[in-house]
């Protein structure tokens, strides 16, 4: 991957603020990556000495991200993904995983920070059938008649609509649930949705709630935890593939690999059915 100076991006993107911490870049850090800035490594540094498990879980929600992506494209057949929250690009992202499973592969990412965005067109600009575009996933009607998503990925066929840890900084006030089902009620029958999310860690609820505190008052973006109960009520009508929703790491696990004590973030995948014949009449 050819590394983008993240500095001199900001010098010609006066959309970005580099005084203000956002998640994308927190992220990137946590992962390791270098597309983010002081102001993000100190909210970073601060959260993961508050919880000493969360960069595993972070880990752990990108190899989930790795393996659910793997699976559509290796063994059910998926060709089109629509990554929604895609984050800076990093080790193992969608359309290298997807794409050594099927060359013809296509991808959309999605990302509202202009700092993912920029870094992924630098990556892309060399590659097939794969667009990156900076638009608020919570505009679904918006994002799905963009050309450029429209170009990439037929909607008449089925399609991946990935929200990987994206989901928690919608609050209940904006209405995630509407959010997914918009998404998935405009996709074409056998879609598949893959979701992960994060939950309260009841061991350590004080500690995450200083954490959280610190880290949407310095983004001055909301994050919320939620129970898996809450979130398998998202998933209303779809058919939820094995083994369920289950903590990322336990989705499919790799043999052999021990997983540390991490925070709790769930990951499912479900797909949506083919209409009965009674529908289709
Ligand atoms: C924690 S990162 C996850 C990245 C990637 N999906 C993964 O799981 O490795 C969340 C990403 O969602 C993006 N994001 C947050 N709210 C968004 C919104 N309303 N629309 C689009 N992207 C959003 C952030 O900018 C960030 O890049």
């Known amino acids: 991957m050819d590394p983008i100076d993240v500095a001199e991006l900001a ?26 800035f002081a102001v993000d490594r100190q909210v970073g540094q601060r959260a993961a000495a508050e919880m000493p498990t969360l960069q595993a879980a972070i880990r752990a929600n990108r190899a989930f991200l790795g393996r659910v992506v793997h699976h559509l494209a290796a063994d059910l057949g998926v060709t089109q993904f629509l990554d929604l929250g895609s984050g800076v690009p990093t080790v193992g992202n969608v359309h290298e995983i997807a794409q050594q499973a099927n060359p013809a592969a296509r991808v959309v990412y999605v990302d509202i ?37 429209r170009e990439t990925l037929d909607l008449s066929a089925p399609i991946a609509i990935l929200m990987n840890a994206v989901l928690h900084f919608i609050p209940d006030t904006e209405h995630p649930d509407a959010i997914v089902r918009a998404y ?23 500690e995450q709630d200083k954490m959280l505190d610190d880290y949407q008052s310095s983004t001055g973006v909301p994050f919320i935890n939620r129970d898996p109960d809450l979130i398998s009520t998202w998933l209303t009508g779809l058919e939820i593939q094995p083994p369920g929703l289950v903590t990322v790491a336990e989705w499919q696990p790799e043999p052999d690999i021990e997983n540390p004590p991490m925070l709790r973030t769930y990951g499912v995948l479900a797909r949506k059915p083919n209409p009965s014949p009674a529908e289709t009449e």
Request: hydrophobic share 45%; no cysteine; glycine share 4%.
């Open 11 to 36: 010098l010609s993107l006066p959309e970005i603020d580099s005084n203000r911490p956002s998640p994308a870049r927190i992220y990137d850090f946590w992962l390791g990556g270098s597309q983010n």
């Open 113 to 149: 920070d202009p700092v993912a965005i920029a870094h992924a067109r630098a990556l892309l600009a060399k590659v097939d059938g794969v667009e990156a575009i900076l638009a608020d996933l919570r505009d679904p009607d918006a994002v799905l008649t963009r050309p450029l998503v």
């Open 184 to 206: 998935v009620d405009q996709a074409a029958p056998g879609s598949y949705l893959a979701l992960s999310h994060a939950a309260p860690d009841l061991d350590h609820r004080r």
